[in-house]
């Protein structure tokens, strides 16, 4: 990876990676339902506060609303009930990285990370040392005339992650984007993504199914139950930054494992009573 240059270097005075300012949260959920034209209770009562520079994993069993969630936050869908606040004022911008990479097949690596950009009116020209360095920053230097179909799975994903950090986003939004990769790949990219994050000092909310992964990444798992979705477990992962393989297998990430494995044990359990 290579340090930030001045176009995507975190603001000044921004956030420490897994701590809070202090002060307002970047982002508050207050009391959000939602509930889908067909009936279906997806989200009820869901309150979090997410404070700026912290990576917040939302785990829990299929069906949860963790995805909802996530969409809801980022203006792709609305509250049936509650609020989104945004207390530390209205300039969020957000990235989403999906759960498929959901590249345009015809277009180039550059293309496909160019978009946002291109949306906002931007010309290729004008954007061409930012869209490099996005790409440098997922280690896809010297592919930007690619196209997906020259490309791995890991490798689109990267795409995907520099797509989204191209309008350098204060909140950075994961759903799952790791979950269809092989394990090596997945370790790498978890790796890679921290790198990024600590460097940056985003937010960052990741959606997982993972405990370990969970566990690895985040400076706090949100464990949710479904039916309706609602948040019924908060874990600080008190674990230091930078975080490796000898992390993976300590104590203390073994410790964190099993409180984390408890928690979703018990939110399934608390689904199963309600069905």
């Known amino acids: 990876m290579k340090s930030p240059s001045p176009a995507l270097s975190p603001a000044k005075g921004a956030a420490a990676p897994g701590s809070a300012t202090g002060s307002d949260p970047l982002i508050s959920l207050r009391a959000v339902g939602k509930t889908f034209s067909n009936g ?3 989200l009820e009562d869901m309150s979090l506060d997410i404070g700026q520079g912290e990576f917040v994993s939302l785990l829990g069993p299929s069906g949860c609303g963790k995805s909802t969630a996530l969409r809801i936050i980022a203006g792709l869908g ?3 009930t509650g609020r989104i606040d945004w207390p530390a004022g209205p300039d969020h911008e957000v990235g989403f ?3 498929e990479p959901t590249l345009m097949p015809w277009a180039t690596v550059f293309g496909n990370v160019f978009l946002p950009l291109r949306i906002k009116g931007r010309m290729a020209s004008q954007a061409r040392d930012e869209v490099n360095e996005a790409l440098a ?6 592919f930007a005339h690619a196209y997906p179909r020259e490309l791995s799975g890991g490798m689109k994903m990267r795409v995907s992650i520099a797509r989204a950090l191209i309008t350098r986003p204060k909140l950075l939004l994961m759903d799952e984007p790791f979950a269809a990769l092989d394990e090596i790949t997945r370790f790498k990219l978890n790796n890679d993504l921290l790198e990024l994050w600590q460097k940056f ?6 959606v997982t199914h993972s405990v370990f992964e969970s566990v690895y990444l985040s400076s ?3 464990v949710m139950a479904a039916r309706p979705g609602r948040v019924v477990a908060d874990i600080d992962v008190d674990a230091p930054y930078p975080r ?3 992390f993976r297998t300590s104590t203390v990430y073994n410790k964190f494992c099993r409180q984390t494995s408890d928690a979703l044990h018990n939110a399934i359990s608390a689904t199963m009573e309600t069905v």
Request: hydrophobic content about 50%.
């Open 220 to 222: 706090r798992i949100v």
């Open 201 to 206: 000092s985003w937010t960052v909310i990741f």
């Open 137 to 142: 920053m997922v280690g896809l230097e010297g």
């Open 78 to 80: 609305d509250t049936t």
């Open 40 to 42: 279906t209770v997806a």
């Open 244 to 246: 490796g393989d000898a």
């Open 97 to 99: 990285v999906f759960q």
